[in-house]
Structures are given as structure tokens and as C-alpha cells.
Nanobody
Framework: QVQLVESGGGLVQAGGSLRLSCAAS????????MCWFRQAPGKEREFVGG???????YYADSEKGEFTTSRDDAKNTLYMQMRSLKPESTAVYCC?????????????????????WGQGAQVTVSS
């Protein structure tokens, strides 16, 4: 059974930092893209940042420069370092992974591109 489990969320003041982790189990994702989405109250789920199978990061324009995604395939874990957090970054952050093996290096950003999802980690940024 494939599982993605997020950790590292919490409450932080504006300008602060958090590091999210997503530990995968049940299969390896070393040849698949993985990414982070978030959903704020009353809003649709949106792409935040991802990593291709080769480790190349890519980001939504909204957080480019402040968020850094990375992966450790030996640990089967995806990370996202978040800096200079703003109150509008408050949301539930979910990691996602593709089922298929993909050597194209495509930067997948749509919800339907991903097959496995974690339960999410709450990130709250106070002003």
C-alpha cells in the first residue's frame, strides 16, 4: 500500500520559515515526479512546487524565490523549505506523486497529473 505522509507544518509568524517533509512508503518514487499543492480555506487546490525525477525543481510563480523543493531518493522523501512566509501562505499543504516512471523531465503542475496524495499538513502564518 502506497502512503505519503507529510510532516513539518505548524504555526509561524510572518517572515518565518518552515520545512515540510513528505515520506513515501510502499514503493519508490525515484523515477517519478513529486510535488506540493496547497489549499486555503474557501479556495481551490493549487500547485506550489515540484521536483522532476532527476531532481530539477520547478515552482508556481506565486512562491518562486521563497520556496525550495528537493528530494532525497535514498530516503524516498520530498521536501519543501519555505522562507519569508506570508499570512496568505496559510493553507493545508499536500504532497503528491505520479504513478508512472517518467524520464522526460516534464514539470507536471495539474492535479490530474498525480496519482498518490498525502493527507496534508496545516501551515498557519500569523501576521
Amino acid at each position: 500500500q502506497v502512503q505519503l505522509v507529510e510532516s513539518g507544518g505548524g504555526l509561524v509568524q510572518a517572515g518565518g520559515s518552515l520545512r515540510l517533509s513528505c515520506a513515501a512508503s510502499g514503493r519508490t518514487f525515484s523515477r517519478s515526479a513529486m510535488c506540493w499543492f496547497r489549499q486555503a480555506p474557501g479556495k481551490e487546490r493549487e500547485f506550489v512546487g515540484g521536483v522532476t525525477w532527476s531532481g530539477r525543481p520547478y515552482y508556481a510563480d506565486s512562491e518562486k524565490g521563497e520556496f525550495t523543493t528537493s528530494r532525497d531518493d535514498a530516503k524516498n522523501t520530498l521536501y519543501m523549505q519555505m522562507r519569508s512566509l506570508k499570512p496568505e501562505s496559510t493553507a493545508v499543504y499536500c504532497c503528491a506523486a505520479r504513478r508512472g516512471i517518467d524520464y522526460t523531465g516534464t514539470a507536471y503542475v495539474n492535479i490530474n497529473d498525480y496519482d498518490y496524495w498525502g493527507q496534508g499538513a496545516q501551515v498557519t502564518v500569523s501576521s
